[in-house]
């Protein structure tokens, strides 16, 4: 498969992205092939059989492995710096995934109270009907963690930077607090990427993605990954995966794998434009407050200097106007995108309260601070005049 071995944890994140576990058949192919097969066949009864009973290594059928799906997960767990990494159907299957694993009746997760809307019925709406309890914090608040804490706690999870307030949840600081606690931390490392944060390096014991924003980057397909230690992740994640089946297609795998090449190059414009955004809004009449890392007033701003490589491309801002004067921008606007999604070359634009985060409902929105006025950028890599200009007039 790869010919590099180890020196690939070695290299930086964009040679990583580029040539870490490269896939090449015999045909001597530069890029890598979509193996478009659901089985693969053996040469002989007792091949089978050693192929069955796990004695030799090689492919069975693609619900358990394919090579262009195994790629993507090897390369993107060297980025992680991570031993293994199973890929997903979509970054909800991967959460699903990683809690049907897990999780047994009577544990709990404390998580944080900022986290995508979907996350937050998965857990509540489903789980819960397993006996699983949930109970959620303050992502900065770290004496809420640590109060929060149960002596049935079994799993820690948090995005950072969140998703729309882009708050910083200080990873080593909770990894900490699950380790004296007994029990494992998650990052959703969605936000920001490998490129830019390593949870695991921090401390975290298993990261999540939805690989459908940045690690494809082009808005193309729906994907995500469990990434973590052999045991857990390699062994019994993959296990329910084989089981259950919510697995990754070749052809967006291939994707994904495609996507991982400009990663890094990616994520640094995309904070960068993000940057001068941010800057630029801060100084703009109608704007009320704006929530990105980057700017030296964000609360967790030396935290994120700390923990990560980079601020990433979301910009977050309240309006003075209300959610009238939110829905007057976003409808002012001609080269944005109006579309919930994020981590695309494209600029899109949102108003979470009543799309990303419709489903919280109105009660835990107001706790989470996410008001009728908020406005969510996801800074593509259009030039940023361009995206400047064309916020302007719905500003004015
Ligand atoms: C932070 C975060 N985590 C997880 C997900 C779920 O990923 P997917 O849509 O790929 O299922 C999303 C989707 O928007 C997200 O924003």
Same mark, same amino acid.
């Not at 997960?73 to 694993?101: K, N, P």
């Not at 996350?119 to 789980?127: C, G, V």
């Not at 729309?164 to 004296?180: F, S, Y």
């Not at 494809?216 to 296990?239: E, H, L, N, P």
């Given at each position: 498969? @790869?010919?590099?071995?180890?020196?690939?944890?070695?290299?930086?994140?964009?040679?990583?992205?580029?040539?870490?576990?490269?896939?090449?058949? #015999?045909?001597?192919?530069?890029?890598?092939?979509?193996?478009?097969?659901?089985?693969?066949?053996?040469?002989?009864?007792?091949?089978?059989?050693?192929?069955?009973?796990?004695?030799?290594?090689?492919?069975?059928?693609?619900?358990?492995?394919?090579? *262009?799906?195994?790629?993507?997960?090897?390369?993107?767990?060297?980025?992680?710096?991570?031993?293994?990494?199973?890929?997903?159907?979509?970054?909800?299957?991967?959460?699903?995934?990683?809690?049907?694993?897990?999780?047994?009746?009577?544990?709990?997760?404390?998580?944080?109270? *900022?986290? +995508?809307?979907?996350?937050?019925?998965?857990? $509540?709406?489903?789980?819960?009907?397993?006996?699983?309890?949930?109970?959620?914090?303050? %992502?900065?608040?770290?004496?809420?963690?640590?109060?929060?804490?149960?002596?049935?706690?079994? !799993?820690?999870?948090?995005?950072?930077?969140? $998703?729309?307030?882009?708050?910083?949840?200080?990873?080593?600081?909770?990894?900490?607090?699950?380790?004296?606690?007994?029990? !494992?931390?998650?990052?959703? #490392?969605?936000?920001?990427?490998?490129?830019?944060?390593? %949870?695991? =390096?921090?401390?975290?014991?298993?990261?999540?993605?939805?690989?459908?924003?940045?690690?494809?980057?082009?808005?193309?397909?729906?994907?995500?990954?469990?990434?973590?230690?052999?045991?857990?992740?390699?062994?019994?994640?993959?296990?329910?995966?084989?089981?259950?089946?919510?697995?990754?297609?070749?052809?967006?795998?291939?994707? +994904?794998?495609?996507?991982?090449?400009?990663?890094?190059?990616?994520?640094?414009?995309? @904070?960068? #434009?993000?940057?001068?955004?941010?800057?630029?809004?801060?100084?703009?009449?109608? &704007?009320?407050?704006?929530?990105?890392?980057?700017?030296?007033?964000?609360?967790?701003?030396?935290?994120?200097?700390?923990?990560?490589?980079?601020?990433?491309?979301? &910009?977050? +801002?309240?309006?003075?106007?209300?959610?009238?004067?939110? +829905?007057?921008?976003? #409808?002012? *606007?001609?080269?944005? @995108?109006?579309?919930?999604?994020?981590?695309? *070359?494209?600029?899109?634009?949102?108003?979470?309260?009543?799309?990303?985060?419709?489903?919280?409902?109105?009660?835990?929105?107001? =706790?989470?601070?996410?008001?009728?006025?908020?406005?969510?950028?996801?800074?593509?890599?259009? $030039?940023?005049?361009? /995206? /400047?200009?064309?916020?302007?007039?719905?500003?004015?």
């Amino acid at each position: 498969m @790869s010919r590099h071995g180890n020196s690939s944890k070695r290299w930086g994140a964009a040679t990583q992205g580029i040539r870490s576990a490269e896939l090449r058949t #015999n045909l001597r192919e530069h890029s890598p092939a979509i193996f478009a097969t659901s089985s693969y066949v053996y040469d002989s009864a007792e091949h089978a059989a050693a192929l069955f009973a796990e004695q030799v290594p090689g492919y069975i059928y693609s619900r358990f492995t394919n090579p *262009t799906v195994q790629a993507f997960e090897r390369r993107l767990a060297i980025m992680e710096g991570a031993d293994a990494c199973v890929a997903t159907a979509s970054g909800m299957a991967a959460e699903l995934s990683l809690l049907f694993t897990l999780l047994k009746r009577g544990d709990h997760v404390l998580a944080s109270r *900022t986290l +995508f809307g979907s996350t937050i019925s998965l857990f $509540n709406n489903y789980f819960t009907k397993f006996g699983v309890q949930f109970s959620y914090v303050d %992502p900065c608040d770290l004496k809420a963690w640590r109060t929060g804490v149960r002596k049935n706690t079994r !799993l820690l999870f948090a995005e950072t930077p969140t $998703n729309p307030l882009c708050e910083i949840v200080d990873i080593a600081a909770l990894a900490d607090i699950a380790r004296k606690a007994g029990a !494992l931390l998650c990052i959703d #490392n969605c936000f920001l990427t490998p490129a830019l944060q390593q %949870p695991l =390096r921090l401390g975290a014991d298993l990261v999540i993605h939805s690989a459908t924003k940045y690690l494809d980057g082009q808005g193309r397909c729906v994907g995500g990954a469990i990434v973590g230690d052999k045991t857990r992740v390699g062994r019994d994640v993959f296990a329910f995966m084989r089981t259950a089946g919510p697995c990754l297609s070749p052809f967006n795998a291939w994707i +994904f794998l495609k996507g991982l090449e400009t990663l890094a190059l990616r994520m640094t414009a995309h @904070s960068d #434009n993000a940057q001068i955004l941010a800057e630029w809004l801060v100084r703009q009449k109608a &704007v009320k407050r704006v929530y990105f890392p980057g700017l030296p007033d964000h609360p967790q701003h030396d935290l994120a200097l700390k923990q990560s490589k980079g601020f990433g491309g979301i &910009v977050s +801002f309240d309006l003075k106007g209300g959610k009238k004067a939110a +829905f007057r921008l976003i #409808n002012a *606007t001609r080269l944005l @995108s109006i579309t919930a999604n994020l981590g695309d *070359t494209r600029s899109t634009i949102t108003h979470p309260a009543s799309t990303t985060h419709h489903r919280m409902g109105a009660a835990a929105r107001a =706790r989470a601070g996410i008001g009728d006025s908020l406005v969510r950028v996801a800074v593509g890599l259009e $030039n940023v005049d361009d /995206i /400047i200009a064309d916020l302007e007039p719905g500003l004015r």
